[in-house]
Protein backbone atom coordinates (compact mmCIF):
# COMPACT_ATOMS: atom_id res chain seq x y z
CA UNK A 1 0.00 0.00 0.00
CA UNK A 2 1.43 3.73 -0.89
CA UNK A 3 1.13 5.59 2.38
CA UNK A 4 0.59 9.15 1.89
CA UNK A 5 2.11 11.98 4.36
CA UNK A 6 0.50 15.59 4.42
CA UNK A 7 2.45 18.35 5.67
CA UNK A 8 1.56 20.42 7.88
CA UNK A 9 -0.50 19.21 9.64
CA UNK A 10 -2.41 22.60 9.99
CA UNK A 11 -1.07 25.77 8.16
CA UNK A 12 -2.02 29.51 9.66
CA UNK A 13 -2.09 31.63 7.00
CA UNK A 14 -3.31 35.36 7.08
CA UNK A 15 -6.53 36.21 3.49
CA UNK A 16 -4.19 36.63 0.69
CA UNK A 17 -1.46 35.65 2.03
CA UNK A 18 -0.05 31.74 0.13
CA UNK A 19 -0.06 28.71 1.23
CA UNK A 20 1.64 25.93 -0.14
CA UNK A 21 0.88 22.11 0.47
CA UNK A 22 3.06 19.06 0.79
CA UNK A 23 2.39 15.87 -0.26
CA UNK A 24 4.71 12.54 -0.07
CA UNK A 25 4.30 9.46 -1.34
CA UNK A 26 6.22 6.28 0.10
CA UNK A 27 6.79 4.84 -3.10
CA UNK A 28 5.82 6.56 -6.96
CA UNK A 29 2.35 7.48 -7.94
CA UNK A 30 4.11 8.88 -11.29
CA UNK A 31 1.45 11.71 -11.65
CA UNK A 32 -1.44 9.92 -10.70
CA UNK A 33 -2.39 12.60 -7.83
CA UNK A 34 -5.23 14.26 -6.85
CA UNK A 35 -6.43 17.32 -4.33
CA UNK A 36 -9.93 17.34 -2.49
CA UNK A 37 -11.13 20.23 -0.19
CA UNK A 38 -13.48 19.80 2.34
CA UNK A 39 -15.26 22.36 4.66
CA UNK A 40 -17.79 21.28 7.67
CA UNK A 41 -20.40 19.35 6.69
CA UNK A 42 -19.81 19.28 2.78
CA UNK A 43 -18.77 16.32 0.93
CA UNK A 44 -15.07 16.79 -0.39
CA UNK A 45 -14.53 18.45 -3.48
CA UNK A 46 -12.05 18.08 -6.50
CA UNK A 47 -9.57 20.67 -7.20
CA UNK A 48 -6.67 18.92 -9.34
CA UNK A 49 -5.85 15.66 -10.89
CA UNK A 50 -3.49 14.02 -12.57
CA UNK A 51 -1.43 16.48 -9.99
CA UNK A 52 -1.50 19.57 -11.69
CA UNK A 53 -4.63 20.05 -13.50
CA UNK A 54 -7.35 21.94 -12.44
CA UNK A 55 -10.71 20.31 -12.28
CA UNK A 56 -13.99 22.10 -13.98
CA UNK A 57 -14.59 25.49 -12.06
CA UNK A 58 -11.84 25.68 -9.58
CA UNK A 59 -9.64 29.03 -9.66
CA UNK A 60 -6.66 29.47 -10.88
CA UNK A 61 -5.40 30.79 -7.65
CA UNK A 62 -5.09 26.49 -6.69
CA UNK A 63 -2.13 25.39 -8.75
CA UNK A 64 -0.47 21.43 -8.52
CA UNK A 65 2.28 20.25 -9.15
CA UNK A 66 5.07 17.38 -8.64
CA UNK A 67 5.12 13.59 -9.85
CA UNK A 68 6.52 10.69 -8.39
CA UNK A 69 6.79 10.97 -4.76
CA UNK A 70 6.61 14.45 -3.73
CA UNK A 71 3.50 16.73 -4.92
CA UNK A 72 2.55 20.50 -3.50
CA UNK A 73 -0.68 22.35 -3.20
CA UNK A 74 0.04 26.12 -3.90
CA UNK A 75 -3.01 28.44 -3.22
CA UNK A 76 -1.44 31.84 -4.61
CA UNK A 77 -3.90 34.15 -2.72
CA UNK A 78 -6.60 33.06 0.23
CA UNK A 79 -9.57 33.70 0.29
CA UNK A 80 -12.15 33.65 3.12
CA UNK A 81 -13.80 30.42 1.27
CA UNK A 82 -10.24 28.63 0.81
CA UNK A 83 -10.00 28.06 4.69
CA UNK A 84 -10.57 24.17 5.02
CA UNK A 85 -9.07 21.12 4.82
CA UNK A 86 -6.92 19.55 1.91
CA UNK A 87 -6.40 15.79 1.08
CA UNK A 88 -4.40 14.04 -1.38
CA UNK A 89 -5.43 11.13 -2.73
CA UNK A 90 -3.26 8.62 -5.06
CA UNK A 91 -4.56 6.71 -7.65
CA UNK A 92 -2.07 4.88 -9.27
CA UNK A 93 -3.01 1.77 -7.87
CA UNK A 94 -5.15 -0.45 -5.62
CA UNK A 95 -6.22 0.48 -3.01
CA UNK A 96 -6.11 3.98 -3.36
CA UNK A 97 -4.77 5.20 -0.29
CA UNK A 98 -5.80 9.41 0.75
CA UNK A 99 -3.19 11.76 3.11
CA UNK A 100 -4.19 12.37 6.56
CA UNK A 101 -5.38 15.93 5.59
CA UNK A 102 -4.10 19.54 6.00
CA UNK A 103 -5.94 21.71 7.71
CA UNK A 104 -5.79 25.86 6.22
CA UNK A 105 -6.80 27.95 9.42
CA UNK A 106 -6.89 32.13 8.92
CA UNK A 107 -4.31 33.48 10.71
CA UNK B 1 -25.69 17.77 -14.63
CA UNK B 2 -23.67 14.96 -13.06
CA UNK B 3 -25.70 14.09 -9.59
CA UNK B 4 -25.25 11.39 -6.73
CA UNK B 5 -27.87 11.08 -4.24
CA UNK B 6 -27.86 8.51 -1.24
CA UNK B 7 -29.66 7.59 0.72
CA UNK B 8 -31.14 9.16 4.34
CA UNK B 9 -28.79 9.14 7.93
CA UNK B 10 -29.05 5.89 9.87
CA UNK B 11 -29.53 4.80 13.31
CA UNK B 12 -29.05 1.23 14.08
CA UNK B 13 -28.09 -0.84 17.22
CA UNK B 14 -25.06 -2.94 16.82
CA UNK B 15 -25.49 -6.70 14.85
CA UNK B 16 -28.42 -4.95 12.53
CA UNK B 17 -28.01 -5.20 8.84
CA UNK B 18 -28.02 -1.76 6.90
CA UNK B 19 -27.62 -1.36 2.82
CA UNK B 20 -27.36 2.46 1.87
CA UNK B 21 -27.52 3.75 -1.93
CA UNK B 22 -25.93 5.95 -4.06
CA UNK B 23 -28.22 6.63 -7.50
CA UNK B 24 -26.31 8.52 -10.14
CA UNK B 25 -27.94 10.55 -12.91
CA UNK B 26 -26.90 13.20 -16.19
CA UNK B 27 -24.00 10.76 -17.17
CA UNK B 28 -23.99 7.33 -18.81
CA UNK B 29 -23.99 5.34 -15.17
CA UNK B 30 -22.19 1.96 -16.48
CA UNK B 31 -19.45 3.98 -17.59
CA UNK B 32 -17.47 5.00 -14.39
CA UNK B 33 -16.34 3.40 -11.50
CA UNK B 34 -18.31 4.15 -8.03
CA UNK B 35 -15.85 4.50 -5.03
CA UNK B 36 -17.27 4.60 -1.31
CA UNK B 37 -15.36 5.99 1.22
CA UNK B 38 -15.93 6.84 4.93
CA UNK B 39 -14.93 9.52 7.37
CA UNK B 40 -15.11 8.70 10.82
CA UNK B 41 -16.34 11.29 13.35
CA UNK B 42 -13.92 13.97 13.42
CA UNK B 43 -11.27 11.84 11.41
CA UNK B 44 -10.20 11.68 7.64
CA UNK B 45 -11.39 10.24 4.43
CA UNK B 46 -10.58 6.47 4.02
CA UNK B 47 -11.03 4.75 0.30
CA UNK B 48 -13.01 1.52 1.01
CA UNK B 49 -13.64 0.10 -2.43
CA UNK B 50 -15.16 0.40 -6.01
CA UNK B 51 -17.20 -1.23 -8.46
CA UNK B 52 -17.64 -0.98 -12.18
CA UNK B 53 -21.36 -1.00 -12.76
CA UNK B 54 -21.02 -2.16 -16.57
CA UNK B 55 -19.78 -5.58 -15.18
CA UNK B 56 -20.31 -5.67 -11.77
CA UNK B 57 -15.93 -6.10 -10.89
CA UNK B 58 -15.26 -5.02 -7.51
CA UNK B 59 -12.28 -4.06 -5.40
CA UNK B 60 -12.12 -3.79 -1.95
CA UNK B 61 -9.67 -1.94 0.23
CA UNK B 62 -7.94 -4.92 2.58
CA UNK B 63 -9.58 -2.65 6.15
CA UNK B 64 -13.40 -3.29 4.41
CA UNK B 65 -12.70 -6.44 2.88
CA UNK B 66 -15.05 -9.08 4.28
CA UNK B 67 -16.45 -6.34 6.76
CA UNK B 68 -18.91 -4.96 4.02
CA UNK B 69 -20.57 -5.89 0.47
CA UNK B 70 -20.25 -3.49 -2.83
CA UNK B 71 -22.95 -3.92 -4.94
CA UNK B 72 -24.78 -2.24 -8.10
CA UNK B 73 -27.86 -2.17 -10.17
CA UNK B 74 -27.20 -0.48 -13.43
CA UNK B 75 -31.05 -0.95 -14.47
CA UNK B 76 -31.72 1.49 -12.01
CA UNK B 77 -28.25 3.33 -12.20
CA UNK B 78 -27.71 2.62 -8.08
CA UNK B 79 -24.64 1.90 -6.17
CA UNK B 80 -25.31 0.11 -2.87
CA UNK B 81 -22.82 -0.30 0.15
CA UNK B 82 -24.11 -3.04 2.81
CA UNK B 83 -23.17 -4.48 6.63
CA UNK B 84 -24.78 -7.78 7.43
CA UNK B 85 -23.81 -7.11 10.89
CA UNK B 86 -23.04 -3.73 12.30
CA UNK B 87 -20.74 -2.63 14.81
CA UNK B 88 -20.34 0.57 16.97
CA UNK B 89 -16.97 1.51 15.10
CA UNK B 90 -18.96 1.61 11.64
CA UNK B 91 -20.40 4.64 13.12
CA UNK B 92 -19.16 7.33 10.03
CA UNK B 93 -20.83 9.11 7.27
CA UNK B 94 -20.31 7.17 4.27
CA UNK B 95 -19.68 9.14 0.68
CA UNK B 96 -20.16 7.62 -2.36
CA UNK B 97 -17.87 9.74 -5.84
CA UNK B 98 -17.40 9.05 -9.36
CA UNK B 99 -14.57 8.01 -10.01
CA UNK B 100 -12.90 9.36 -13.80
CA UNK B 101 -9.80 7.48 -14.18
CA UNK B 102 -9.35 7.45 -10.62
CA UNK B 103 -9.73 10.72 -9.54
CA UNK B 104 -13.27 11.36 -7.80
CA UNK B 105 -14.92 13.85 -9.68
CA UNK B 106 -18.43 14.11 -8.38
CA UNK B 107 -19.46 13.25 -5.05
CA UNK B 108 -22.69 12.29 -3.12
CA UNK B 109 -24.09 14.09 -0.34
CA UNK B 110 -23.00 11.61 2.52
CA UNK B 111 -25.06 9.20 4.42
CA UNK B 112 -24.56 9.07 8.15
CA UNK B 113 -24.47 6.13 9.90
CA UNK B 114 -24.95 5.70 13.48
CA UNK B 115 -24.46 2.77 15.16
CA UNK B 116 -25.66 2.45 19.15
CA UNK B 117 -26.84 0.24 21.23
Known amino acids: EKVLTQSPATLSVSPGGRATLSCRASQSVSDNLAWYQQKPGQPPRLLIYGASTRAIGVPARFSGSGSGTEFTLTISSLQSEDFAIYYC?????????FGQGTKVEIK | EVQLVQSGAEVKKPGESLKVSCKGS????????IAWVRQMPGKGLEWMGN????????KYSLSFEGQVTISVDKSISTAYLQWSSLKASDTAMYYC??????????WGQGTLVTVSP
Open chain 2, 97 to 106: ARSESGALDY
Open chain 2, 26 to 33: GYIFSNYW
Open chain 1, 89 to 97: QQYSNWPQT
Open chain 2, 51 to 58: IYPGDSFT
